[in-house]
Structures are given as C-alpha cells and as structure tokens.
C-alpha cells in the first residue's frame, strides 16, 4: 500500500469539494482523500475490475467517509465522456497505455485553480524506448511531450509515489 499523505495535501492545498479518480482497486486512496475532503464533499472513483469495485465497496460501507465516495465500474475511458465538470482534483492511477486520453479528458474536467495527478510517470525522465517494447514508458514519454509543448499549463514531476505529475492549469508566464 502506498502512503496516501501526498494525496490529502493535495486535497487540502487545492480545497477540494469534489474529486475524481481513475483507478480504484481497493478504496485506499479514495478513501484517504475522502478523509480530507468536507462533509459534503464527493469523489467519483473509476474502475475496470468488478472483483475490485466489490472490495472497495465493502470497505466504504465501513468508513465513516464512505457516504461521499461513488465508484463506477467499468473501462475509465468509456465512464468519462459521461462526466461533467468541474473536478478540483484528479488523481489518475490505473493503465498506463491510456495516460494521454486520461490527460486530454482530465484537462477538460478540472476546474481552473485546479491541480490534475498522474501517478507512475517518473518513466519520464528515462531516456527514449522503443514503444513495442515498452508501451507503458512509451505512453509516459508521450504525456511529457505533450505537456512540455503546451504553454497553458504547469508541470512538474513531484518524486512520491512511483512519481506523481502535478498539472495545473496557471502558466508560468
Ligand atoms: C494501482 S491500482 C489503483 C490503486 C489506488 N488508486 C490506490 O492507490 O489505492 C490501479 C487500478 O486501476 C484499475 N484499472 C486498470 N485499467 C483500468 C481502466 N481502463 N479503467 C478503469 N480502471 C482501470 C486496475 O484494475 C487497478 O485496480
């Protein structure tokens, strides 16, 4: 189990009301960042494994923050066109071939002083790999050209976790 405090400061840093997740297993981190959020606020928890949805759902009928956590089962990429904004936090954690999607659709659904997380990118730092090999570094190394060339966001590659990119949407300059 990964330490969940990053996630909580975040929650706390961007004063979330409302948040989505992509990647449930679990409810670890979804219930983590429920802890932190206010009374009425909600989190939207994405996942593809029914075997997992039913764990997480055992175990926020037992948390006392449980009652703000909604989990919806199936492909991430096939629940998100039927969200609708805003979402001040976004923790992206699931398959690493569909980050890019996961970025351009998180871009569209998070609030303007918002902050858009996408866990298991420190592969951006490494030196290029042929996709065929490697298709999940491969997937990263795109995400850090496209964020690299879009001046209306910042990024910046926070080492926790398996390396979170935190991106919000106030230009440097
Ligand atoms: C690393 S785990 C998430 C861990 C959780 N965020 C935590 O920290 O407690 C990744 C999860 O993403 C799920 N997943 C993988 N591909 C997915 C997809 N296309 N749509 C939704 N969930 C997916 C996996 O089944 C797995 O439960």
């Known amino acids: 189990m990964k330490d969940p405090t990053f996630l909580k400061t975040m929650v706390k840093r961007v004063g979330a009301r409302r948040v ?37 759902r055992k175990r926020l009928s037992r948390s006392p923050h449980g009652h703000k956590i909604d989990v919806r089962v199936g492909p991430a990429l096939e629940t998100l066109p039927s969200l609708a904004g805003w979402f001040d936090l976004i923790f992206v954690d699931a398959d690493t071939k569909n980050y890019v999607q996961y970025y351009r659709r998180g871009l569209e659904l998070l609030a303007p002083a918002g902050a858009l997380l996408l866990d298991n990118t420190r592969g951006m730092t490494l030196g290029a790999v042929d996709p065929a090999a490697d298709p999940a570094i491969a997937a990263i190394q795109e995400l850090r050209q496209l964020v690299t060339a879009d001046r209306t966001i910042t990024a910046d590659l926070v080492p926790v976790r398996d390396g979170v990119l935190v991106v919000t949407k106030q230009p440097l300059a």
Do not use: K, Q, R, Y
Not at 40 to 48: P, R, S
């Open 20 to 56: 989505l997740e992509i990647g449930t297993f679990d409810g670890t981190s979804a219930i983590a960042m429920a802890e932190t959020l206010p009374d009425d606020g909600t989190l939207i928890t994405c996942e593809i494994n029914p075997g997992f949805v039913a764990l997480a």
